[in-house]
């Protein structure tokens, strides 16, 4: 048997999923889970790298165990952050996460020096203040980059640990700020204007490319040896990339954010794109992922641990559709990026200091509802689409109120699954490596083929 192993690492947790292709179907088996978080240490906010090394690694020890040696593994993660390494490749600690307020005035002071509509105009990578671009600058500014050799985003540092080779990725790469839409490489005078070696970022390289093998010193410690391959390695492109989208289709890439967009065979890169704060992301096949990130389920698992993790997700829901309350936050407002409480920060934005937990749910779930209404009509007003179907994909397609409350509120049909989009994105591009002539249409007839995608 013929195994690929996707390693599909979110903000809360990460886990390691074995698929197989069987008479035209992928068959999976999740093998092992570990739990990721950002800590904190004093103000700053920042991920734990040794432990994510550590659980990659035992993942694929515990796939020697049970007898399931995979022929190639991808990793994928969240976008934006990344590990400085000096010449030794080492790591130069620490790894900030995105949610740390380090660049919350770096975007003016960048502006400044390249105005915001030419550096829109150059990526077409909306503007958030954690975006690589600004962190980068930051740690220019902080000194950090003097002893830095290279840079490699997370999922591209986890699968160097495993080969010893550095590369960057290229969906990963374009949600820095820094690769040029139109010719889908480094920036060169924007790299110049801020002072930033492109030397530091190596070579950009595509997916379902072969990175190297595991190093001798890995592949000792978990028992074989197997081929790295790069996915799509940001997790919404592979996500996407096991989407069934088309033409008239809007996706919903549903976890702890929620991205929502369309696949577009070119960047969209005008002053319309850029006041509705929509990114042009690099996509497989150089497909483009015309998106607007909105804060998704953090907001829900952020409420749950304010309660001290009281009620199940199921709990929450059901209070939530007892809750006749239906004003709304804007769930793209930094208020709620990383605030010390999450359902006191509702209750502010709201303006209703004592407003039950039910109805700050409710709330909650009808904002993200208005919030893909909004983008889809905003969707088929900047790119000329006509949009008759929203495809829910990942952990938060399970939501089955947050599903309904979707359809009530954009008037589209709505679909449902797979739940493990991101994995199954990462497998296909493995599959696509082994098999040169799998197509991506073919690649995605395959989940259709395959798993159950309900309509809502």
């Not at 904190?40 to 165990?65: F, P, Q």
């Not at 640990?161 to 949600?175: D, R, S």
């Not at 070696?197 to 595991?214: C, K, R, V």
């Not at 947050?402 to 709505?414: A, D, E, F, P, Q």
Request: net charge negative.
């Amino acid at each position: 048997m013929s195994y690929c192993l996707a390693i599909d690492i979110g903000a809360s947790s990460g886990r390691h999923l074995l698929g197989e292709l069987r008479d035209g179907k992928l068959v999976c088996e999740e093998v092992y889970r570990f739990e990721n978080g950002m800590k904190k240490e004093g103000s700053s906010l920042l991920w734990d790298t040794d432990s994510l090394v550590s659980n990659v690694i035992s993942g694929l020890r515990h796939c020697k165990e049970i007898g399931k040696i995979p022929e190639t593994v991808a990793i994928d993660t969240w976008g934006v952050d990344y590990v400085l390494l000096d010449k030794r490749g080492r790591e130069i600690s620490p790894a900030y996460a995105y949610r740390d307020s380090r660049t919350s005035k770096i975007p003016e002071e960048v502006f400044e020096i390249i105005p915001q509509e030419k550096l829109y105009a150059k990526t077409g990578i909306q503007k958030q203040d954690y975006n690589s671009i600004f962190q980068i600058y930051c740690d220019k500014k902080a000194g950090r980059l003097d002893s830095a050799k290279s840079l490699l985003f997370m999922p591209c540092y986890l699968s160097y640990k495993l080969t010893g080779v550095m590369k960057n990725e290229y969906t990963i790469a374009t949600t820095s700020g820094l690769v040029n839409a139109k010719t889908k490489t480094w920036d060169g005078e924007i790299l110049e204007k801020l002072g930033i070696s492109e030397s530091l970022l190596g070579e950009i390289i595509l997916p379902s490319t072969e990175l190297g093998e595991l190093s001798q010193e890995v592949a000792k410690e978990v028992g074989f040896n197997c081929k790295v391959v790069l996915c799509p390695s940001h997790d919404t492109a592979s996500a996407v990339a096991a989407c069934p989208v088309n033409e008239k289709s809007v996706f919903i890439s549903s976890g702890t954010w929620s991205l929502v967009g369309t696949e577009n065979l070119y960047p969209v890169t005008d002053e319309g794109a850029m006041k509705a704060n929509f990114s042009n992301e690099g996509g497989i096949n150089y497909r483009y992922r015309f998106l607007k990130n909105i804060m998704g389920m953090w907001l829900f698992q952020s409420i749950r641990k304010d309660t001290g993790k009281k009620y199940s997700y199921d709990e929450m829901m059901e209070m939530a559709m007892s809750s006749s309350f239906t004003e709304k936050i804007d769930p793209t407002s930094e208020a709620f990026l990383a605030p010390d409480n999450m359902i006191e920060a509702i209750r502010a934005y709201l303006g209703k200091p004592e407003l039950p937990l039910g109805d700050v749910l409710s709330s909650v779930y009808h904002s993200l509802a208005a919030s893909y209404d909004k983008t889809v009509k905003e969707i088929e007003e900047i790119s000329g689409k006509t949009v008759d179907t929203v495809s829910i994909v990942g952990g938060g397609c399970k939501d089955r109120y947050l599903n309904s409350l979707t359809k009530k509120y954009t008037g589209k049909r709505v679909t449902a699954g797979p739940v493990e989009g991101t994995a199954l994105g990462n497998m296909l591009s493995q599959l696509m490596y082994t098999d040169p002539g799998l197509t991506l249409e073919a690649a995605r007839k395959i989940i259709i083929n395959t798993f159950d995608i309900k309509e809502v």
